[in-house]
C-alpha cells in the first residue's frame, strides 16, 4: 500500500470523527484501520503512537476489556516493540495476554495469538529460550483447538521453531521448519507469501545447522519464485538476494558472494536509500566478503574492519618488536652444608664487638681508589632470539584464514594483560581490538556476516478484526 492509500484511510478516519464525533465507534474503528497500515508500511513508531492513543480511547467508550480494546492495545504492544522497545512490549503484551484469557478464554483464536505475540516479546527481550519454552504448550493448544494445519497454527508453530532456533538449538530448527514449509506448500498456493516465508526460513535454519550447500540451492530458487511473484524491488526479494548471498560465500565461493552483493548494494540503495539499514548490511556483507577472513584476496593495511575479522581499521601494519633479552644463566647453588657453616660464622662474626678505625686520609696529590666493576657470573647473550614468536606484522598484514573466536563473556569482562607492556602501563587505542562492526538485526544471522531481518517471525503478532493473523514480512 503506497503513501496515496494511507492518505486516503487518513482522509476517511478525519471525515468519520467530524461527522460522528471523536469517541464514536465507527471513527474509532477507522484510526484503527489507518494506523495499521501505518505500520504495514514500516512506520511502526507512528503506529505505536496512534494505537496508544486508541486504546485509550477505546477503554474510555467501551471498557477496558472489551474485544477492540484489547485489539488496540495488542497493536499497540506489537508497534512499540517493532520500533525497538521490545521490554515496554513485552510488559503490555503480558497485561493484555491475561485479560484475553479472562475474557475470551484460553483456547480462543484472538488468545493464541496474543499469548504468541506475548512469547516474541520475551525472546526478542533478550530471553530467546523462555520465548520457546512458552510457545511450546501454545503450539500444542492451537493444534487441539484449530487443527495441525490450521493458519494460526502454522504461524505459532514458525514462532515456536524461530525461536527454538534462536535459542542454539539450529538443528532441531531446522527440522521443525522443514515441516511447516511441507505443510505450508499443502495448504497455500506455491507461490504464496506464506509458502515463500516458510521456504526462505527452512533454507536458512538448514545453512545454520551446517547444509550450507542445501541453503544455498534453495535460496537461489527462491530468488527467482520471489522475484516473479513478488517483483524485483520487493523488499522480501530483497532480503532473500542477501541471503543467498551470504550462503554462496559460506558455501566456498566467496567470489559468488562478491558478484551478488555488488548488484544487491546498487538494488538497496535505488530502491530503500542510501542510509537504510539493510542498504548498510548490504555494504557491510560485500566487504566481508572481500576483505573478511573467509575472502579468498588478501586485506589490504587500511581496510575496514568487518564483523570478527582481524584487519584493523586505518591503521597501518605495526613495526616488529624486537627480541627479548635472553636471562643470564643462574650460578650453581651452594652446598647445604656450606651454606651453614657461613651462616655461624656470620652469626659469630655479628657477635664479636665492633672496632671503630677511621680511614687512613690519602697522601697528598693523591686520588682516593675506586674499586673495579664486578664480573658477570657467566657469559650474556643480549637480545637472544625467543623461538616460536612471529611478527606483529605478519599478523596485521594479511586476514587470518578463519573467523576470530568469539571470547567468553565472563573472560571477555576480565582486563587482558598483555605480556610486553609494563606493568600500570594502559592500552593505548591503538593497542586495542576493534569493536565488532557487525549490525545484529537478525535472529537467524550468522556471528561473521550481517544479514537482512528475516521478518517472518512476526507473523501472526497482529490479530485482526475477523481473528486471522496479518502476515509480516
Keep these: 500500500m503506497n503513501e496515496q492509500e494511507i492518505q486516503k484511510l487518513r482522509a ?71 520500533s525497538g522497545n521490545a521490554v515496554t512490549a513485552e510488559s503490555l503484551a503480558r497485561d493484555v495476554a491475561a485479560d484475553c484469557v479472562l475474557v475470551l478464554g484460553q483456547d480462543d483464536p484472538e488468545t493464541l495469538n496474543v499469548r504468541a505475540g506475548w512469547a516474541r516479546w520475551i525472546g526478542e527481550a533478550g530471553d530467546a529460550a523462555g520465548a520457546a519454552r512458552m510457545l511450546r504448550p501454545i503450539v500444542e493448544e492451537a493444534t487441539d483447538a484449530l487443527g495441525p494445519v490450521h493458519p494460526d497454527t502454522l504461524t505459532i508453530r514458525h514462532q515456536h521453531a524461530h525461536w527454538v532456533g534462536r535459542s542454539g538449538e539450529t538443528i532441531q530448527a531446522a527440522r521443525l521448519m522443514a515441516a511447516i514449509a511441507d505443510e505450508r506448500g499443502e495448504v497455500h498456493e506455491p507461490d504464496d507469501p506464506a509458502a515463500l516465508t516458510a521456504r526462505h526460513d527452512r533454507a536458512t535454519w538448514a545453512g545454520e545447522a551446517g547444509d550450507v550447500s542445501v541453503a544455498r540451492d534453495a535460496l537461489m530458487h527462491l530468488v527467482e519464485d520471489a522475484t516473479r511473484v513478488l517483483g524485483p524491488d520487493h523488499h522480501d526479494t530483497l532480503v532473500i538476494r542477501h541471503n543467498h548471498a551470504h550462503w554462496t560465500g559460506e558455501s566456498g565461493d566467496p567470489l559468488g558472494a562478491r558478484t551478488l552483493l555488488t548488484q544487491l548494494v546498487a538494488d538497496c540503495a535505488r530502491v530503500l536509500g542510501e542510509q537504510h539499514p539493510d542498504s548498510e548490511n548490504a555494504r557491510r556483507g560485500l566487504m566481508w566478503w572481500t576483505y573478511g577472513p573467509k575472502a579468498n584476496d588478501p586485506a589490504p593495511t587500511f581496510a575496514t574492519a568487518v564483523g570478527n575479522s582481524s584487519v584493523r581499521a586505518g591503521r597501518p601494519a605495526k613495526e616488529p618488536k624486537p627480541p627479548k633479552a635472553a636471562k643470564p644463566p643462574r ?143
Design 331 to 473: 650460578a650453581p647453588r651452594t652446598p647445604r652444608a656450606e651454606r651453614a657453616g657461613k651462616a655461624k660464622a656470620a652469626e659469630a662474626a655479628a657477635a664479636a664487638p665492633i672496632e671503630v678505625t677511621a680511614p687512613a686520609a690519602p697522601a697528598a696529590g693523591a686520588s682516593a681508589a675506586v674499586p673495579p666493576p664486578a664480573e658477570p657470573d657467566g657469559d650474556v647473550t643480549a637480545f637472544a632470539p625467543v623461538a616460536g614468536l612471529v611478527p606483529d606484522t605478519e599478523e596485521n598484514a594479511a586476514v587470518s584464514a578463519e573467523p576470530a573466536s568469539r571470547p567468553d563473556p565472563v573472560e571477555e569482562a576480565a582486563p587482558k594483560v598483555d605480556a610486553d607492556r609494563p606493568a600500570g602501563a594502559d592500552a593505548s587505542a591503538a593497542d586495542r581490538a576493534p569493536d565488532a562492526a557487525v549490525t545484529r538485526v537478525s535472529s537467524v544471522a550468522p556471528d561473521d556476516e550481517p544479514m537482512h531481518v528475516n521478518g517472518s517471525a512476526a507473523a501472526g503478532d497482529e490479530v485482526t478484526r475477523d481473528g486471522e493473523p496479518d502476515e509480516k514480512k
Design 12 to 82: 476517511e478516519a478525519e471525515t468519520r470523527t467530524r461527522e460522528l464525533g471523536p469517541e464514536h465507534p465507527g471513527s474509532l474503528d477507522a484510526r484503527a484501520a489507518w494506523a495499521r497500515v501505518v505500520g504495514d508500511e514500516g512506520r511502526p513508531a507512528e503506529a505505536a503512537r496512534m494505537f496508544g492513543e486508541l486504546a485509550g480511547d477505546y477503554a474510555r467508550v467501551l471498557g477496558a476489556q472489551h474485544p477492540d480494546t484489547l485489539l488496540a492495545r495488542h497493536n499497540h504492544a506489537y508497534c512499540l516493540g517493532l
